[in-house]
């Protein structure tokens, strides 16, 4: 069935924390791209960070700063995005995917990921 269910956000101060969830129900998420995007109102999707699926590397959006680290827990077929020093600006819809072959996975392109989750709320306002 190919689900990605996200959880984790909500309202924040600016400078607080979030950890967001990306449960998969129905494969195996290990065996995937997965990536975090975000999009706010108003403007389009962009990439966050991505994980890959053969050796693990990372990467993050350069708007991240060093606040965010995305993570997996294979036994729980999840993976997270840690989100510190949060900002207004960061407020959007933040979706999970997931793809099972890109291999210029770093470029975080919206069109080459296959599955979606519905999304989470990210508001960080005072």
């Known amino acids: 069935q190919l689900q990605l269910v996200e959880s984790g956000g909500g309202l924040v101060q600016p400078g607080g924390s979030l950890r967001l969830s990306c449960a998969a129900i129905?494969?195996?998420?290990?065996?995937?791209?997965i990536g975090w995007f975000r999009q706010a109102p108003g403007k389009e999707r962009e990439g966050v960070s991505c994980i890959s699926s053969s050796d693990g590397g990372t990467t993050y959006a350069d708007f991240t700063e060093g606040r965010f680290t995305i993570s997996r827990d294979n036994a729980k077929n999840t993976v997270f995005l840690q989100m510190n020093s949060l900002k207004p600006e960061d407020t959007a819809v933040y979706h999970c995917?997931?793809?099972?072959?890109?291999?210029?996975?770093?470029?975080?392109?919206?069109?080459?990921?296959?599955?979606w989750g519905q999304g989470t709320q990210v508001t960080v306002s005072s």
């Open positions: 995917a997931a793809t099972p072959y890109y291999s210029d996975w770093h470029r975080m392109e919206v069109n080459e990921f296959e599955y």
């Open positions: 129905g494969f195996t998420l290990d065996y995937y791209v």
